[in-house]
Protein backbone atom coordinates (compact mmCIF):
# COMPACT_ATOMS: atom_id res chain seq x y z
CA UNK A 1 0.00 0.00 0.00
CA UNK A 2 1.26 3.32 -1.40
CA UNK A 3 1.67 5.22 2.36
CA UNK A 4 -0.29 8.50 1.38
CA UNK A 5 -3.08 7.28 -0.16
CA UNK A 6 -6.22 4.51 -0.57
CA UNK A 7 -7.97 3.33 -3.13
CA UNK A 8 -10.61 1.19 -2.13
CA UNK A 9 -13.69 0.28 -4.21
CA UNK A 10 -17.09 -2.29 -3.87
CA UNK A 11 -18.34 -4.45 -6.73
CA UNK A 12 -21.06 -2.53 -9.07
CA UNK A 13 -24.31 -3.84 -7.77
CA UNK A 14 -26.41 -5.16 -10.63
CA UNK A 15 -29.45 -2.69 -10.79
CA UNK A 16 -32.85 -5.78 -11.99
CA UNK A 17 -32.64 -6.47 -7.80
CA UNK A 18 -32.95 -4.57 -4.94
CA UNK A 19 -30.34 -4.22 -3.03
CA UNK A 20 -29.92 -6.75 0.26
CA UNK A 21 -27.86 -7.78 3.35
CA UNK A 22 -25.25 -8.80 0.98
CA UNK A 23 -24.90 -6.16 -1.15
CA UNK A 24 -24.63 -4.00 2.40
CA UNK A 25 -22.08 -6.20 3.78
CA UNK A 26 -19.69 -5.13 1.31
CA UNK A 27 -20.64 -1.45 1.32
CA UNK A 28 -20.11 -1.50 5.39
CA UNK A 29 -16.94 -2.97 5.53
CA UNK A 30 -15.61 -1.10 2.55
CA UNK A 31 -17.08 2.48 4.30
CA UNK A 32 -15.02 1.06 7.41
CA UNK A 33 -11.95 0.59 5.93
CA UNK A 34 -11.97 3.98 4.19
CA UNK A 35 -13.54 5.92 7.27
CA UNK A 36 -10.41 4.32 9.26
CA UNK A 37 -7.96 5.37 6.32
CA UNK A 38 -9.00 8.73 6.53
CA UNK A 39 -8.83 9.04 10.21
CA UNK A 40 -5.29 7.47 9.82
CA UNK A 41 -4.49 10.47 8.02
CA UNK A 42 -4.33 8.74 4.08
CA UNK A 43 -5.77 10.49 1.26
CA UNK A 44 -8.58 8.16 0.36
CA UNK A 45 -11.24 7.40 -2.75
CA UNK A 46 -13.89 5.22 -2.00
CA UNK A 47 -15.96 3.75 -5.12
CA UNK A 48 -18.81 2.35 -5.49
CA UNK A 49 -21.43 1.97 -8.37
CA UNK A 50 -23.78 -0.09 -10.91
CA UNK A 51 -23.56 -2.40 -13.24
CA UNK A 52 -26.47 -1.44 -15.93
CA UNK A 53 -25.81 -3.01 -18.90
CA UNK A 54 -27.43 -6.63 -19.74
CA UNK A 55 -29.73 -8.41 -20.46
CA UNK A 56 -31.55 -8.86 -17.27
CA UNK A 57 -31.92 -4.46 -16.98
CA UNK A 58 -33.56 -5.21 -20.27
CA UNK A 59 -35.51 -7.36 -19.78
CA UNK A 60 -36.31 -6.00 -16.46
CA UNK A 61 -36.94 -2.04 -17.92
CA UNK A 62 -39.54 -4.07 -20.98
CA UNK A 63 -41.21 -5.63 -17.86
CA UNK A 64 -41.98 -2.36 -16.63
CA UNK A 65 -42.52 -0.47 -19.81
CA UNK A 66 -39.57 1.58 -19.37
CA UNK A 67 -36.50 2.65 -21.59
CA UNK A 68 -33.67 0.63 -20.04
CA UNK A 69 -31.81 4.01 -18.86
CA UNK A 70 -35.11 5.37 -17.29
CA UNK A 71 -35.45 2.44 -16.00
CA UNK A 72 -31.63 2.26 -14.12
CA UNK A 73 -32.07 5.91 -13.34
CA UNK A 74 -34.79 4.79 -10.83
CA UNK A 75 -33.10 1.75 -9.55
CA UNK A 76 -30.21 3.75 -8.92
CA UNK A 77 -31.93 6.17 -6.72
CA UNK A 78 -32.73 3.20 -4.38
CA UNK A 79 -28.60 2.21 -4.23
CA UNK A 80 -28.27 5.71 -3.07
CA UNK A 81 -30.73 6.36 -0.34
CA UNK A 82 -29.47 3.35 0.99
CA UNK A 83 -26.11 3.90 0.93
CA UNK A 84 -27.05 7.70 2.71
CA UNK A 85 -29.28 5.52 5.27
CA UNK A 86 -26.51 3.67 6.04
CA UNK A 87 -23.81 6.48 6.42
CA UNK A 88 -21.68 5.09 3.34
CA UNK A 89 -19.04 7.15 2.69
CA UNK A 90 -18.05 6.85 -0.84
CA UNK A 91 -16.63 9.72 -2.40
CA UNK A 92 -17.60 8.55 -6.14
CA UNK A 93 -20.27 6.74 -7.65
CA UNK A 94 -19.54 5.46 -11.17
CA UNK A 95 -22.39 3.52 -13.35
CA UNK A 96 -21.76 1.72 -16.16
CA UNK A 97 -23.94 4.45 -18.33
CA UNK A 98 -21.52 7.13 -17.23
CA UNK A 99 -20.19 9.32 -20.25
CA UNK A 100 -16.99 8.62 -18.55
CA UNK A 101 -16.99 5.02 -18.04
CA UNK A 102 -18.21 4.29 -21.79
CA UNK A 103 -15.54 6.05 -23.54
CA UNK A 104 -12.68 4.21 -21.39
CA UNK A 105 -14.20 0.65 -22.32
CA UNK A 106 -14.16 1.65 -25.44
CA UNK A 107 -11.06 3.07 -25.43
CA UNK A 108 -9.70 -0.10 -24.00
CA UNK A 109 -11.22 -2.55 -26.36
CA UNK A 110 -9.87 -0.31 -29.30
CA UNK A 111 -6.06 -0.69 -27.37
CA UNK A 112 -6.35 -4.48 -27.17
CA UNK A 113 -7.82 -4.84 -30.98
CA UNK A 114 -4.54 -2.90 -32.23
CA UNK A 115 -2.23 -5.28 -30.02
CA UNK A 116 -3.88 -8.37 -31.69
CA UNK A 117 -5.51 -9.10 -28.30
CA UNK A 118 -9.03 -9.82 -29.42
CA UNK A 119 -10.08 -11.98 -32.20
CA UNK A 120 -13.49 -12.95 -33.74
CA UNK A 121 -14.63 -16.09 -33.93
CA UNK A 122 -17.63 -18.91 -34.07
CA UNK A 123 -18.89 -19.08 -30.55
CA UNK A 124 -20.71 -22.06 -29.40
CA UNK A 125 -21.75 -22.90 -25.95
CA UNK A 126 -24.32 -23.58 -23.38
CA UNK A 127 -25.28 -20.09 -21.50
CA UNK A 128 -27.41 -18.83 -18.91
CA UNK A 129 -29.93 -16.04 -19.60
CA UNK A 130 -30.65 -15.22 -16.36
CA UNK A 131 -26.76 -14.97 -14.58
CA UNK A 132 -25.47 -13.88 -18.02
CA UNK A 133 -22.62 -16.03 -18.29
CA UNK A 134 -21.38 -18.80 -20.90
CA UNK A 135 -20.59 -22.55 -20.12
CA UNK A 136 -18.18 -24.91 -21.24
CA UNK A 137 -19.34 -28.11 -21.96
CA UNK A 138 -16.83 -29.92 -19.21
CA UNK A 139 -18.30 -27.77 -16.49
CA UNK A 140 -21.79 -29.08 -16.75
CA UNK A 141 -23.13 -32.17 -15.65
CA UNK A 142 -26.90 -31.56 -16.50
CA UNK A 143 -28.11 -29.21 -19.11
CA UNK A 144 -28.81 -26.38 -16.10
CA UNK A 145 -26.87 -23.91 -14.96
CA UNK A 146 -24.41 -24.57 -12.09
CA UNK A 147 -24.76 -21.49 -10.69
CA UNK A 148 -28.61 -21.28 -10.30
CA UNK A 149 -29.78 -24.65 -11.60
CA UNK A 150 -31.46 -22.87 -14.16
CA UNK A 151 -32.41 -24.09 -18.01
CA UNK A 152 -29.28 -23.39 -20.44
CA UNK A 153 -29.52 -22.01 -23.79
CA UNK A 154 -27.29 -23.52 -26.84
CA UNK A 155 -26.16 -20.67 -28.85
CA UNK A 156 -23.77 -20.62 -31.80
CA UNK A 157 -23.10 -16.67 -33.28
CA UNK A 158 -19.86 -14.99 -34.25
CA UNK A 159 -18.27 -13.13 -31.59
CA UNK A 160 -15.04 -11.75 -30.27
CA UNK A 161 -12.86 -13.33 -28.16
CA UNK A 162 -9.74 -12.10 -25.41
CA UNK A 163 -6.83 -14.36 -25.47
CA UNK A 164 -7.24 -15.16 -21.81
CA UNK A 165 -5.51 -18.20 -22.31
CA UNK A 166 -1.56 -16.66 -23.41
CA UNK A 167 -1.20 -15.74 -19.82
CA UNK A 168 -2.01 -18.23 -17.80
CA UNK A 169 1.28 -19.20 -16.57
CA UNK A 170 2.27 -15.71 -16.41
CA UNK A 171 -0.16 -15.23 -14.19
CA UNK A 172 0.16 -18.53 -11.98
CA UNK A 173 3.72 -16.28 -11.24
CA UNK A 174 2.27 -13.58 -10.42
CA UNK A 175 -0.17 -15.07 -8.12
CA UNK A 176 2.73 -17.20 -6.57
CA UNK A 177 4.84 -14.39 -6.58
CA UNK A 178 2.61 -11.66 -4.40
CA UNK A 179 1.43 -12.99 -0.81
CA UNK A 180 -1.12 -10.56 -0.87
CA UNK A 181 -2.58 -10.01 -4.11
CA UNK A 182 -5.22 -12.33 -3.09
CA UNK A 183 -6.49 -12.59 0.44
CA UNK A 184 -7.56 -14.66 2.25
CA UNK A 185 -5.33 -17.25 1.50
CA UNK A 186 -7.71 -19.94 1.20
CA UNK A 187 -9.02 -17.92 -1.59
CA UNK A 188 -5.50 -17.48 -2.85
CA UNK A 189 -4.89 -21.21 -3.13
CA UNK A 190 -8.35 -22.10 -4.76
CA UNK A 191 -7.34 -19.36 -8.03
CA UNK A 192 -4.07 -20.83 -8.09
CA UNK A 193 -5.26 -25.12 -7.91
CA UNK A 194 -7.99 -23.50 -10.35
CA UNK A 195 -5.06 -22.39 -13.07
CA UNK A 196 -3.16 -25.55 -12.13
CA UNK A 197 -5.91 -27.91 -12.92
CA UNK A 198 -7.72 -26.47 -15.96
CA UNK A 199 -6.71 -25.04 -19.17
CA UNK A 200 -7.90 -21.00 -19.73
CA UNK A 201 -10.12 -20.76 -22.52
CA UNK A 202 -10.32 -17.16 -24.28
CA UNK A 203 -12.92 -14.69 -23.04
CA UNK A 204 -15.66 -14.02 -24.96
CA UNK A 205 -16.36 -10.62 -24.50
CA UNK A 206 -19.13 -9.57 -27.20
CA UNK A 207 -22.37 -9.65 -27.63
CA UNK A 208 -24.31 -9.80 -31.11
CA UNK A 209 -26.58 -6.76 -30.61
CA UNK A 210 -29.65 -8.34 -32.23
CA UNK A 211 -30.13 -10.33 -28.88
CA UNK A 212 -28.59 -7.94 -26.73
CA UNK A 213 -28.89 -4.06 -27.71
CA UNK A 214 -28.55 -2.95 -24.31
CA UNK A 215 -24.66 -2.45 -23.76
CA UNK A 216 -21.47 -0.79 -24.65
CA UNK A 217 -21.07 -1.41 -28.91
CA UNK A 218 -17.92 -2.40 -29.69
CA UNK A 219 -15.50 0.54 -31.17
CA UNK A 220 -14.41 -1.73 -34.15
CA UNK A 221 -18.02 -3.69 -34.72
CA UNK A 222 -21.26 -2.50 -35.26
CA UNK A 223 -23.33 -5.67 -34.82
CA UNK A 224 -22.09 -6.26 -31.33
CA UNK A 225 -21.64 -4.88 -27.54
CA UNK A 226 -19.50 -5.61 -24.92
CA UNK A 227 -19.92 -8.50 -22.75
CA UNK A 228 -21.12 -7.36 -19.05
CA UNK A 229 -18.18 -8.47 -17.42
CA UNK A 230 -15.45 -7.13 -19.85
CA UNK A 231 -17.54 -3.83 -19.22
CA UNK A 232 -18.28 -4.24 -15.26
CA UNK A 233 -14.61 -4.61 -14.28
CA UNK A 234 -13.48 -1.20 -15.98
CA UNK A 235 -15.11 0.60 -13.57
CA UNK A 236 -12.32 0.49 -11.46
CA UNK A 237 -10.21 2.61 -13.85
CA UNK A 238 -12.78 4.18 -15.80
CA UNK A 239 -13.93 6.21 -12.39
CA UNK A 240 -10.56 7.25 -11.47
CA UNK A 241 -7.99 8.04 -14.87
CA UNK A 242 -7.89 7.77 -18.66
CA UNK A 243 -5.63 7.01 -21.68
CA UNK A 244 -2.95 9.44 -22.80
CA UNK A 245 -2.17 9.53 -26.51
CA UNK A 246 0.00 7.16 -26.18
CA UNK A 247 -2.56 4.40 -24.90
CA UNK A 248 -0.50 4.41 -21.49
CA UNK A 249 -3.47 4.74 -18.25
CA UNK A 250 -2.81 7.73 -15.93
CA UNK A 251 -4.83 7.84 -12.26
CA UNK A 252 -3.54 9.46 -9.38
CA UNK A 253 -5.63 6.78 -7.74
CA UNK A 254 -4.70 3.89 -9.94
CA UNK A 255 -3.39 0.88 -8.58
CA UNK A 256 -6.50 0.12 -5.86
CA UNK A 257 -5.23 -0.97 -3.04
CA UNK A 258 -8.18 -2.92 -1.96
CA UNK A 259 -10.94 -3.80 -4.53
CA UNK A 260 -13.14 -5.52 -2.19
CA UNK A 261 -15.55 -8.40 -3.20
CA UNK A 262 -18.03 -11.60 -2.10
CA UNK A 263 -16.21 -14.97 -3.22
CA UNK A 264 -18.97 -15.78 -5.64
CA UNK A 265 -16.82 -12.78 -7.89
CA UNK A 266 -13.72 -14.17 -7.31
CA UNK A 267 -13.00 -15.70 -10.41
CA UNK A 268 -13.76 -12.71 -12.43
CA UNK A 269 -11.61 -10.85 -10.59
CA UNK A 270 -8.58 -12.89 -10.12
CA UNK A 271 -8.35 -14.44 -13.66
CA UNK A 272 -10.00 -12.23 -16.22
CA UNK A 273 -9.18 -8.78 -14.39
CA UNK A 274 -5.66 -9.02 -13.68
CA UNK A 275 -5.09 -10.52 -17.50
CA UNK A 276 -7.05 -7.80 -18.85
CA UNK A 277 -4.85 -4.98 -16.81
CA UNK A 278 -1.46 -6.83 -17.85
CA UNK A 279 -2.78 -6.58 -21.93
CA UNK A 280 -3.08 -3.17 -21.40
CA UNK A 281 -0.12 -2.51 -19.62
CA UNK A 282 -1.57 -1.35 -16.44
CA UNK A 283 -0.01 -2.23 -13.13
CA UNK A 284 -2.42 -4.55 -11.02
CA UNK A 285 -4.21 -3.66 -7.41
CA UNK A 286 -2.71 -3.80 -4.45
CA UNK A 287 -4.81 -6.75 -2.96
CA UNK A 288 -8.58 -8.21 -4.25
CA UNK A 289 -9.88 -9.79 -0.86
CA UNK A 290 -13.16 -12.16 -1.33
CA UNK A 291 -15.21 -12.36 1.75
CA UNK A 292 -17.59 -14.67 2.50
CA UNK A 293 -21.48 -14.99 1.96
CA UNK A 294 -24.09 -14.46 4.43
CA UNK A 295 -26.66 -17.06 4.19
CA UNK A 296 -30.24 -17.66 5.84
CA UNK A 297 -30.98 -21.05 7.21
CA UNK A 298 -27.86 -22.39 5.48
CA UNK A 299 -28.33 -21.50 1.86
CA UNK A 300 -27.78 -18.03 0.03
CA UNK A 301 -29.60 -15.27 -0.64
CA UNK A 302 -31.56 -15.03 -3.86
CA UNK A 303 -34.39 -13.32 -5.41
CA UNK A 304 -35.08 -16.54 -6.68
CA UNK A 305 -34.92 -18.32 -3.72
CA UNK A 306 -36.95 -15.98 -2.10
CA UNK A 307 -35.27 -15.69 1.38
CA UNK A 308 -33.71 -11.67 0.17
CA UNK A 309 -33.29 -9.89 3.97
CA UNK A 310 -33.66 -5.82 2.93
CA UNK A 311 -30.67 -4.09 5.01
CA UNK A 312 -33.03 -0.97 5.29
CA UNK A 313 -35.57 -2.83 7.34
CA UNK A 314 -32.79 -4.60 9.42
CA UNK A 315 -31.02 -0.73 10.11
CA UNK A 316 -34.70 0.31 11.04
CA UNK A 317 -35.60 -1.91 13.17
CA UNK A 318 -32.29 -1.90 15.36
CA UNK A 319 -30.29 0.91 14.39
CA UNK A 320 -27.88 2.02 11.91
CA UNK A 321 -25.02 1.17 13.90
CA UNK A 322 -26.07 -1.60 15.84
CA UNK A 323 -26.62 -3.30 12.18
CA UNK A 324 -23.40 -2.10 11.05
CA UNK A 325 -21.81 -3.34 14.39
CA UNK A 326 -23.28 -6.90 13.50
CA UNK A 327 -21.98 -7.63 10.44
CA UNK A 328 -18.76 -6.37 11.17
CA UNK A 329 -18.23 -8.29 14.42
CA UNK A 330 -20.46 -11.55 14.25
CA UNK A 331 -18.18 -13.20 11.35
CA UNK A 332 -14.62 -13.24 11.09
CA UNK A 333 -13.93 -11.33 7.38
CA UNK A 334 -13.72 -14.05 4.70
CA UNK A 335 -15.93 -16.91 6.63
CA UNK A 336 -19.41 -17.37 6.02
CA UNK A 337 -22.41 -16.50 8.28
CA UNK A 338 -25.86 -17.27 9.30
CA UNK A 339 -27.44 -14.44 9.60
CA UNK A 340 -30.32 -13.81 11.90
CA UNK A 341 -32.30 -11.00 14.05
CA UNK A 342 -31.96 -13.32 17.28
CA UNK A 343 -28.58 -12.91 16.81
CA UNK A 344 -28.49 -9.31 16.63
CA UNK A 345 -30.70 -8.43 19.19
CA UNK A 346 -28.28 -11.29 21.37
CA UNK A 347 -25.15 -8.73 20.48
CA UNK A 348 -26.90 -5.40 20.63
CA UNK A 349 -28.43 -6.70 24.34
CA UNK A 350 -24.61 -8.23 25.77
CA UNK A 351 -21.96 -5.99 23.59
CA UNK A 352 -23.81 -2.60 23.01
CA UNK A 353 -26.46 -2.07 25.67
CA UNK A 354 -24.60 -3.90 28.78
CA UNK A 355 -21.09 -3.65 28.39
CA UNK A 356 -20.63 -0.10 26.12
CA UNK A 357 -23.65 1.89 27.11
CA UNK A 358 -23.65 0.75 30.23
CA UNK A 359 -19.95 1.71 30.89
CA UNK A 360 -20.71 5.26 29.26
CA UNK A 361 -24.23 5.94 31.06
CA UNK A 362 -22.62 4.59 34.20
CA UNK A 363 -19.48 7.09 34.11
CA UNK A 364 -21.25 10.10 33.01
CA UNK A 365 -24.06 9.13 36.18
CA UNK A 366 -20.91 9.15 38.34
CA UNK A 367 -19.44 12.72 37.00
CA UNK A 368 -23.30 14.01 37.12
CA UNK A 369 -23.78 12.99 40.65
CA UNK A 370 -20.10 13.30 42.42
CA UNK A 371 -18.89 16.50 40.52
CA UNK A 372 -21.52 18.44 39.18
CA UNK A 373 -21.07 17.55 35.19
CA UNK A 374 -17.64 18.52 35.56
CA UNK A 375 -15.00 15.87 34.14
CA UNK A 376 -12.31 15.63 36.99
CA UNK A 377 -9.11 16.11 35.59
CA UNK A 378 -6.46 14.04 38.12
CA UNK A 379 -4.02 11.85 36.62
CA UNK A 380 -2.86 9.75 39.16
CA UNK A 381 0.44 8.01 38.94
CA UNK A 382 -0.78 4.93 40.20
CA UNK A 383 0.07 1.14 41.27
CA UNK A 384 -2.98 -0.29 41.30
CA UNK A 385 -2.73 -3.06 38.99
CA UNK A 386 -6.53 -2.87 37.58
CA UNK A 387 -5.48 0.50 36.63
CA UNK A 388 -1.98 -0.54 35.12
CA UNK A 389 -3.75 -2.69 32.57
CA UNK A 390 -6.29 -0.09 31.82
CA UNK A 391 -3.89 2.19 30.91
CA UNK A 392 -1.93 -0.27 29.06
CA UNK A 393 -4.75 -1.46 26.73
CA UNK A 394 -5.26 1.63 25.99
CA UNK A 395 -1.63 2.36 24.29
CA UNK A 396 -1.75 -0.75 22.99
CA UNK A 397 -4.80 -0.80 21.65
CA UNK A 398 -4.33 1.56 18.69
CA UNK A 399 -0.99 0.10 17.43
CA UNK A 400 -2.43 -3.68 17.52
CA UNK A 401 -5.96 -2.19 15.11
CA UNK A 402 -3.23 -1.01 13.08
CA UNK A 403 -2.05 -4.22 11.93
CA UNK A 404 -5.65 -5.56 11.98
CA UNK A 405 -6.66 -4.02 9.54
CA UNK A 406 -4.30 -4.54 6.79
CA UNK A 407 -4.32 -7.40 4.13
CA UNK A 408 -1.61 -8.88 5.83
CA UNK A 409 -4.42 -9.72 8.67
CA UNK A 410 -7.12 -10.30 6.16
CA UNK A 411 -8.79 -7.15 7.63
CA UNK A 412 -10.09 -8.45 10.94
CA UNK A 413 -12.86 -6.32 11.40
CA UNK A 414 -13.80 -8.62 14.02
CA UNK A 415 -10.43 -9.06 16.10
CA UNK A 416 -10.48 -5.53 16.24
CA UNK A 417 -14.16 -5.06 18.30
CA UNK A 418 -13.27 -8.31 20.46
CA UNK A 419 -10.33 -6.07 21.07
CA UNK A 420 -11.73 -3.08 22.17
CA UNK A 421 -14.49 -4.78 24.23
CA UNK A 422 -11.42 -6.32 26.29
CA UNK A 423 -10.73 -2.66 27.01
CA UNK A 424 -14.72 -2.05 27.32
CA UNK A 425 -15.12 -5.00 29.99
CA UNK A 426 -11.64 -4.12 31.67
CA UNK A 427 -13.07 -0.82 32.45
CA UNK A 428 -16.61 -2.50 33.62
CA UNK A 429 -14.86 -4.51 36.13
CA UNK A 430 -12.85 -1.93 37.28
CA UNK A 431 -15.71 0.15 38.17
CA UNK A 432 -17.49 -2.57 40.02
CA UNK A 433 -14.58 -3.86 41.60
CA UNK A 434 -13.40 -0.07 42.90
CA UNK A 435 -17.08 0.69 44.46
CA UNK A 436 -16.74 4.21 43.83
CA UNK A 437 -19.97 4.84 46.21
CA UNK A 438 -16.79 3.30 48.81
CA UNK A 439 -14.70 6.35 47.94
CA UNK A 440 -17.30 8.50 48.21
CA UNK A 441 -18.35 7.61 51.52
CA UNK A 442 -14.71 7.50 52.75
CA UNK A 443 -13.64 10.56 51.26
CA UNK A 444 -11.00 9.80 49.25
CA UNK A 445 -11.66 12.52 46.50
CA UNK A 446 -8.46 12.60 45.24
CA UNK A 447 -8.74 8.62 43.98
CA UNK A 448 -12.11 8.92 42.89
CA UNK A 449 -10.94 11.51 40.42
CA UNK A 450 -8.52 9.90 38.80
CA UNK A 451 -10.28 6.88 38.64
CA UNK A 452 -13.09 8.40 36.82
CA UNK A 453 -10.56 10.42 34.64
CA UNK A 454 -8.96 7.31 33.80
CA UNK A 455 -12.34 5.64 32.82
CA UNK A 456 -13.27 8.77 30.89
CA UNK A 457 -10.17 8.40 28.95
CA UNK A 458 -11.31 4.20 27.84
CA UNK A 459 -14.15 5.56 27.12
CA UNK A 460 -12.62 8.35 24.45
CA UNK A 461 -10.11 5.58 23.42
CA UNK A 462 -13.16 3.42 22.57
CA UNK A 463 -14.67 5.74 20.98
CA UNK A 464 -12.28 6.97 18.63
CA UNK A 465 -11.73 3.17 17.54
CA UNK A 466 -15.17 2.88 17.17
CA UNK A 467 -15.59 5.97 15.09
CA UNK A 468 -15.01 3.83 11.52
CA UNK A 469 -17.84 1.08 12.55
CA UNK A 470 -20.40 2.85 14.50
CA UNK A 471 -19.81 7.05 13.56
CA UNK A 472 -22.72 7.97 15.03
CA UNK A 473 -22.93 6.04 17.97
CA UNK A 474 -18.89 7.05 18.37
CA UNK A 475 -19.29 10.62 17.49
CA UNK A 476 -21.95 10.79 20.25
CA UNK A 477 -20.16 9.47 23.15
CA UNK A 478 -17.62 11.96 21.99
CA UNK A 479 -19.68 14.92 22.04
CA UNK A 480 -21.27 13.45 25.46
CA UNK A 481 -17.66 13.35 27.09
CA UNK A 482 -16.95 17.43 26.35
CA UNK A 483 -13.42 18.98 26.70
CA UNK A 484 -14.43 19.74 30.15
CA UNK A 485 -18.37 19.45 30.93
CA UNK A 486 -20.13 16.50 30.43
CA UNK A 487 -23.91 16.53 27.87
CA UNK A 488 -25.47 13.55 28.87
CA UNK A 489 -27.80 12.08 26.45
CA UNK A 490 -30.05 9.00 26.66
CA UNK A 491 -29.14 5.94 27.00
CA UNK A 492 -27.09 4.60 23.68
CA UNK A 493 -28.93 1.36 22.92
CA UNK A 494 -32.20 0.61 24.79
CA UNK A 495 -32.42 -3.31 25.24
CA UNK A 496 -34.67 -5.45 23.24
CA UNK A 497 -36.49 -7.97 24.44
CA UNK A 498 -35.29 -11.47 23.25
CA UNK A 499 -37.83 -13.62 21.70
N1 LIG B 1 -22.28 -6.68 -11.13
C1 LIG B 1 -21.50 -7.73 -10.59
C2 LIG B 1 -20.20 -7.21 -10.02
C3 LIG B 1 -19.33 -6.48 -10.98
S1 LIG B 1 -17.91 -5.84 -10.18
C4 LIG B 1 -16.94 -5.34 -11.42
C5 LIG B 1 -22.28 -8.43 -9.47
N2 LIG B 1 -23.23 -7.70 -8.88
S2 LIG B 1 -24.19 -8.22 -7.70
O1 LIG B 1 -25.22 -7.22 -7.57
O2 LIG B 1 -24.61 -9.55 -7.93
O3 LIG B 1 -23.35 -8.11 -6.38
C6 LIG B 1 -22.44 -9.07 -6.05
C7 LIG B 1 -21.80 -8.71 -4.73
O4 LIG B 1 -22.78 -8.52 -3.71
C8 LIG B 1 -20.94 -9.83 -4.17
O5 LIG B 1 -19.69 -9.88 -4.70
C9 LIG B 1 -20.91 -9.46 -2.72
O6 LIG B 1 -20.04 -8.36 -2.57
C10 LIG B 1 -22.33 -9.03 -2.47
N3 LIG B 1 -23.18 -10.15 -2.09
C11 LIG B 1 -24.26 -10.63 -2.80
N4 LIG B 1 -24.83 -11.62 -2.09
C12 LIG B 1 -24.14 -11.82 -0.95
C13 LIG B 1 -24.38 -12.58 0.22
N5 LIG B 1 -25.37 -13.42 0.35
N6 LIG B 1 -23.52 -12.40 1.25
C14 LIG B 1 -22.52 -11.48 1.20
N7 LIG B 1 -22.30 -10.75 0.13
C15 LIG B 1 -22.94 -11.05 -1.07
O7 LIG B 1 -21.98 -9.55 -9.17
Not at 27 to 49: E, M, P, Q, W
Not at 129 to 143: K, V
Not at 320 to 325: A, L
Given at each position: MSKDKFYITTPIYYINASPHIGHSYTNIASDCLARYYRLKGYKVHFLTGTDEHGQKVQQSAINKGLQPRDFADKAVLVFKELWQKLNISYDDFVRTTDERHIKIVQRALEILYRRGRLYEDLYEGWYCTPCETFWQETQLDSQNCPDCKRPLEKITEKNYFFKLSEYQNWLIEYIKNHANFIRPLNRRQEVLSFLELNKLVDL????????????????????????????????????????????????????????????????????????????????????????????????????????????????????????????????????????SEAAIVKRLNSDLANDLGNLVYRT????????????????????????????????????????????????????????????????????????????????????????????????????????????????????????ENIIKGKPLFPRIIEK
Amino acid sequence: MSKDKFYITTPIYYINASPHIGHSYTNIASDCLARYYRLKGYKVHFLTGTDEHGQKVQQSAINKGLQPRDFADKAVLVFKELWQKLNISYDDFVRTTDERHIKIVQRALEILYRRGRLYEDLYEGWYCTPCETFWQETQLDSQNCPDCKRPLEKITEKNYFFKLSEYQNWLIEYIKNHANFIRPLNRRQEVLSFLELNKLVDLCISRPKERLSWGIPLPFSKEHVTYVWFDALINYLSAVGTFDANDSYQSEWWPADVHLIGKDILRQHAIYWPIILHALDIELPQTIFAHGWWLVGESKMSKSRGNVISPLEMADNYGIDVYRYFLLRDVPFGHDGNFSEAAIVKRLNSDLANDLGNLVYRTLTMIEKYFDGRIPNVDLATNEPQAKKIIERIELLPKEIVLYLTANSDFDFSLVLEKVWELINLANKYIEDTKPWNLVKERKEEQLKAFINLLVKAIREVSNELLPFMPSTATSILEQFGKENIIKGKPLFPRIIEK
